[in-house]
């Protein structure tokens, strides 16, 4: 399955951002799907996933109570709704496609990477 990310940009501290994730190529409804980051000079870490089904959703410490990731399987789309962002969420953004497997947070638990999108923070 390909993927792309979009949506990323510059806003400032507690402003709101909206990240997209187009699927194609495959059966998107039978890839659970997440969002990492990767910051400067960082290792890539997990920000939030969803099931096949979106009936369960996982995320971040980091981001809880901030973040929702939502998808759309008639649309082929994951989304990140990213609230109140702060300095620290600046990164780049990769939407990632996991075959049925147990776990969330690694990026062993996923097949297929988007190319990035990058969000910027101003304090």
């Known amino acids: 399955v390909q993927l792309q990310a979009s949506g990323g940009g510059l806003v400032q501290a507690e402003d709101s951002l909206r990240l997209s994730c187009a699927a194609s190529g495959r059966t998107f409804s039978a890839y659970k799907m997440g969002w990492f980051r990767q910051a400067p000079g960082k290792e890539r870490e997990f920000v939030a996933g969803i099931s096949r089904n979106t009936a369960i959703t996982y995320y971040a410490d980091s981001v809880k109570g901030r973040f929702t990731i939502s998808r759309d399987n008639a649309k082929n789309t994951v989304y990140l709704q990213m609230n109140s962002l702060k300095s620290e969420d600046t990164a780049v953004y990769f939407c990632?496609?996991?075959?049925?497997?147990?776990?969330?947070?690694?990026?062993?638990?996923?097949?297929?990477w988007g190319q990035g999108t990058q969000v910027t923070v101003s304090s």
């Open positions: 990632a496609a996991g075959e049925a497997r147990a776990g969330w947070s690694s990026e062993r638990n996923y097949d297929y």
